[in-house]
Antibody, heavy 117, light 112 residues
Framework: EMQVLESGGGLVQPGGSLRLSCAAS????????MLWVRQVPGKGLEWVSE????????YYTDSVKGRFSVSRDNSRSTLYLQMHSLRAEDTALYYC??????????WGQGTLVTVSS | DIVMTQTPLSSPVTLGQPASISCRSS???????????LSWLQERPGQPPRLLIN???NRLSGVPDRFSGSGAGTDFTLKISRVEAEDVGVYYC?????????FGQGTKLEIK
């Protein structure tokens, strides 16, 4: 069974940094692109970032460009999202998903990031 | 960015009756490879989203056949032939044709 498990969320002050991780299991991680999608509690979904299967291509939504960086370690089947200069509007539940044919396929339970002083 | 607009935003439905959700994109979702990367996702209360359909009408394994997707270009529809209690939740369309990928606002399906 394909599974992804996010971790690393927490409370951080505005301007601070946080690194999210996503551990994958049950599939050949190195053959899938991976996505980060976030959701403000009670609100809609927002695509944040995608990284290609080999890690050479990365994509971001405009609001996080220059502040967030997505990476992966295929030897560890782990996806990362390094977040800097965090703002209140980055507060959300962050989901890791596998990507296939432009779709987020397998979702984790999410990890909550709260940016507040 | 491609804007995805869903209607209605709320849909009260009687059990056993059909339901339909529309999704319109601000530009064509046909990719250069000829595919249209339009997906539908379901978010049940307290659960992460679940991909139901991709590429307009391709239902994923395990998705009941009462769910169907249709459309082309900029206009798409998700239909539920006979609503069941477990279908309650929020439904999103999403385009994966052009970065940044974008979602519709979500349609809340509830039972009358």
């Amino acid at each position: 069974e394909m599974q992804v498990l996010e971790s690393g969320g927490g409370l951080v002050q505005p301007g601070g940094s946080l690194r999210l991780s996503c551990a994958a299991s049950g599939f050949t991680f190195s053959t899938y692109s991976m996505l980060w999608v976030r959701q403000v509690p009670g609100k809609g979904l927002e695509w944040v970032s995608e990284i290609s299967a080999d890690g050479t291509r990365t994509y971001y939504t405009d609001s996080v460009k220059g502040r967030f960086s997505v990476s992966r370690d295929n030897s560890r089947s782990t996806l990362y999202l390094q977040m800097h200069s965090l703002r209140a509007e980055d507060t959300a539940l962050y989901y890791c998903t596998t990507g296939y044919d432009g779709s987020p396929v397998d979702w984790g339970q999410g990890t909550l990031v709260t940016v507040s002083s | 960015d491609i804007v995805m607009t869903q209607t209605p935003l709320s849909s009260p439905v009687t059990l056993g009756q059909p339901a339909s959700i529309s999704c319109r994109s601000s530009q064509s979702l046909v990719f250069s490879d000829g595919n249209t990367y339009l997906s539908w996702l379901q978010e049940r209360p307290g659960q992460p989203p679940r991909l139901l359909i991709n590429k307009i009408s391709n239902r994923l394994s395990g998705v009941p056949d009462r769910f169907s997707g249709s459309g082309a270009g900029t206009d798409f529809t998700l239909k539920i032939s006979r609503v069941e209690a477990e279908d309650v939740g929020v439904y999103y369309c999403m385009q994966g044709t052009q970065f940044p990928y974008t979602f519709g606002q979500g349609t809340k399906l509830e039972i009358k």
